[in-house]
């Protein structure tokens, strides 16, 4: 059984199960903060934005893996396989989470010149710069601002756990992505 295994630091399965059944929603919020927060936005550099540690593609990188996963978590999206550019449509047009990323609504060349580029070729593409400095996104000059991307992110996931605690459609879609990572826990029978 995967009881034991750590679901974030200091919250395994077993502590998920037991909130979920004693309806602790304020402990779930907090732990799946903690899991966006250490999976995500801490290895992409929230915390150390100007000392050169993380490179502004890591920082976009990390984001494109955030975006879907947070985006699956709001759906209860249990697998976003063949799901990826609804993910990210669906997340920046999502005036719950997106926030100023809400600029990118509509934007398809995100999905295709960042992320797909990113994550598949190791670059981005169409004349896009990914930096750490400047606005957040500048159409003009083609350039997004990692950093700013990234602060954003974490006030989608901020935005997201206050959700979980006032919206019964967003808990249950919570429970069921919950439901399906605990299950991916589970040796394969």
Not at 117 to 128: M, S, V
Request: charged share 30%; glycine share 6%; with cysteine.
């Amino acid at each position: 059984m995967p009881d034991g295994i750590e679901l974030a630091s200091n919250f395994t399965v077993a502590d998920y199960r037991q909130a979920r059944y004693v309806d602790n929603i304020d402990a779930l919020a907090k732990f799946v903060r903690r899991r966006f927060n250490e999976r995500y936005l801490i290895p992409a550099g929230i915390d150390t934005p100007s000392d050169g540690t993380v490179h502004g593609f890591t920082m976009m990188a990390i984001s494109c893996l955030l975006i879907e996963t947070l985006q699956a978590f709001y759906e209860g999206e249990t697998d976003t396989k063949r799901k990826s550019r609804a993910m990210f449509g669906q997340f920046f047009g999502n005036k719950d989470l997106a926030g100023t990323l809400s600029a990118f609504n509509g934007s398809d060349w995100f999905y295709s010149d960042i992320r797909c580029a990113i994550l598949h070729q190791g670059e981005a593409r169409g004349g896009w710069r990914i930096l750490r400095h400047g606005s957040l996104l500048d159409s003009h000059e083609r350039a997004i601002n990692a950093y700013e991307f990234l602060l954003e992110l974490r006030r989608a996931v901020d935005r997201y756990t206050d959700l979980l605690r006032k919206d019964a459609e967003r808990l249950a879609n919570f429970h069921k992505k919950m439901d399906a990572i605990v299950q991916n826990c589970r040796p394969d029978d």
